[in-house]
């Protein structure tokens, strides 16, 4: 508070794995993650808002698979902060992302194989988790 930081937690609506054996994709369909994500746009507009994570690389961090994803599919800038304490748009740990399981397919979109990504990238961390 000294420093002029705020603290809200979300973690029930934001929090890590999901309970009960869901993907990600199901804990983002819940409405309270919703809410969430609707509430960190709208009521943090004018102020700059930092998730916390222990990780160290984006692509190992739920928050950059559950979270940034959907705050960047909605629009909202998001830098990720790394280790050395450079940043990195989301935008190019997508491509990461791509790179490592999107596969090629040149018929298939762009969102058609960043999902398939992303769901790869999900069932490897709970492979690393479990």
């Given at each position: 508070k000294e420093a002029g930081i705020d603290y809200v937690w979300q973690g029930e609506a934001l929090g890590g794995m999901p309970k009960g054996g869901?993907?990600?994709?199901d804990a983002?369909?819940?409405p309270a993650f919703?809410?969430?994500i609707g509430r960190l746009i709208t009521d943090n507009a004018d102020i700059q808002?930092?998730?916390m994570c222990a990780e160290k690389e984006p692509l190992d961090c739920h928050r950059t698979v559950l979270v940034s994803r959907r705050l960047a599919e909605r629009g909202?800038?998001?830098e990720h902060l790394l280790a050395d304490g450079?940043?990195?748009p989301h935008g190019e740990i997508e491509e990461a992302l791509l790179r490592k399981g999107g596969g090629d397919?040149?018929?298939e979109d762009r969102t058609a194989r960043l999902a398939r990504a992303y769901s790869a990238r999900e069932k490897a961390m709970k492979g690393?988790?479990?």
């Open positions: 869901g993907s990600y994709d983002a369909a819940r919703k809410d969430a808002l930092c998730l909202a800038a998001v450079t940043t990195r397919d040149l018929f690393k988790a479990g």
